[in-house]
């Protein structure tokens, strides 16, 4: 059983529904990085995460094609950002989870890849009511704020940390030149010299905030920061994954 969920054929997800799999509905954007970062920044590792959930917990996961558009209106003034609306959006992420369920799978995980991934909790709730009461043994979570708050925390113990650090600044290029380094554009890399001063409740769109598509300063890359990150990410999906296998 293949753990990308596109490279099995139709009887191989007939046995894995059969099986319990979970399945991991990765959500993703197409949205601009500044001018030295890939629009795919925000696709994640769910992978890895799914392989390392079996090498620990025995659990038995497959992954969906990531969706890679998502609303990101706060970028479009930015070439290369595809904005869908939140109706479209949400719409589309429901219809994808009817068709998991109507397959068989009970347990199922939704991955929040983007900070603008906001608002999707109404949707899948909903959904979720509505199927439980069909299927009583369905189990559909989402995650996102866990690995968020784990980087967060993993920010400050080596000092990126910062109250602009939100999109494209040291983190996000520690996380790519750890990741796709072949796609980060080393010379394009500077500081902004607009900066937003607070983000804490606020609304914003990026250029009002920043000239360049970034925030925070992205000059202050940390290549092994970036692996440290991307290995505690996996390992925090991972283990949520293993909780829900064993529940």
């Not at 007939?14 to 993703?28: D, F, G, Q, T």
Request: charge should be negative.
């Amino acid at each position: 059983m293949r753990v990308r969920f596109e490279e099995n054929a139709s009887p191989d997800i007939a046995r894995a529904a059969k099986e319990n799999h979970i399945v991991i509905v990765p959500l993703c954007c197409i949205e601009q990085h500044g001018p030295h970062l890939p629009l795919n920044c925000d696709y994640g590792r769910p992978i890895a995460a799914a392989e390392l959930a079996k090498e620990r917990h025995g659990a038995k996961v497959m992954v969906l094609p990531a969706l890679p558009f998502g609303p990101a209106a706060e970028h479009i003034a930015f070439p290369g950002t595809i904005s869908l609306s939140f109706e479209t959006w949400s719409a589309v992420v429901v219809e994808i989870l009817e068709n998991l369920v109507r397959d068989g799978f009970r347990k199922i995980v939704v991955t929040k890849g983007c900070g603008g991934h906001m608002g999707i909790e109404g949707p899948v709730y909903q959904f979720y009511c509505h199927a439980k009461r069909r299927e009583k043994d369905l189990d559909v979570r989402i995650f996102g704020e866990q690995a968020w708050a784990e980087m967060g925390r993993l920010a400050s113990e080596s000092g990126l940390s910062h109250p602009d650090e939100v999109h494209a600044g040291g983190v996000e290029t520690s996380a790519a030149l750890a990741n796709n380094p072949e796609l980060v554009h080393l010379d394009r890399i500077r500081k902004p010299q607009k900066q937003g001063t607070s983000w804490s409740g606020c609304w914003w769109i990026m250029e009002e905030l920043s000239e360049t598509g970034a925030t925070g300063d992205p000059t202050r890359y940390d290549v092994e920061f970036g692996r440290r990150m991307a290995q505690r990410s996996a390992e925090v999906l991972a283990d949520f994954l293993g909780e829900m296998w064993r529940g």
